[in-house]
Nanobody, 126 residues
Framework: QVSLVESGGGAVQAGDSLRLSCAASGRTFGNYVMAWFRQAPGKERQFVAAISWWSGGITNYADSVKGRFTISRNNAKNTVYLQMNSLQPEDTAVYYC??????????????????WGQGTQVTVSS
């Protein structure tokens, strides 16, 4: 069992930056693929970014955030981060941290991840 707790959300202006953190506890964090998803009101949960546990952390991003967001992880601290720069109103959503123990794949579908945090709200105003 893995427990995930997100933090770092808030209300910002367009163009600002935020860094989200996800603290994991439980089983060996270093063997999990970690990801961030987001969900805006009335919309489906959407993949944002993922990072592997192998090869120093291979990353994968949604096209909508590529070049603006950076995912990273610190296995010693059992924490994954999402640095979000140049935020735009369309980035407004609840952001969720997720963990997957299966396979060698940076999945984009929510059902590929078995552990989820409670979410943290990010609101970007224009």
């Amino acid at each position: 069992q893995v427990s995930l707790v997100e933090s770092g959300g808030g209300a910002v202006q367009a163009g600002d930056s935020l860094r989200l953190s996800c603290a994991a506890s439980g089983r060996t964090f270093g063997n999990y693929v970690m990801a961030w998803f987001r969900q805006a009101p009335g919309k489906e949960r959407q993949f944002v970014a993922a990072i592997s546990w192998w090869s120093g952390g291979i990353t994968n991003y949604a096209d909508s955030v590529k070049g603006r967001f950076t995912i990273s992880r610190n296995n010693a601290k059992n924490t994954v981060y999402l640095q979000m720069n140049s935020l735009q109103p369309e980035d407004t959503a609840v952001y969720y941290c997720a963990a997957s123990s299966s396979g060698l794949r940076l999945g984009h579908a929510p059902n590929e991840y078995e552990y989820w945090g409670q979410g943290t709200q990010v609101t970007v105003s224009s």
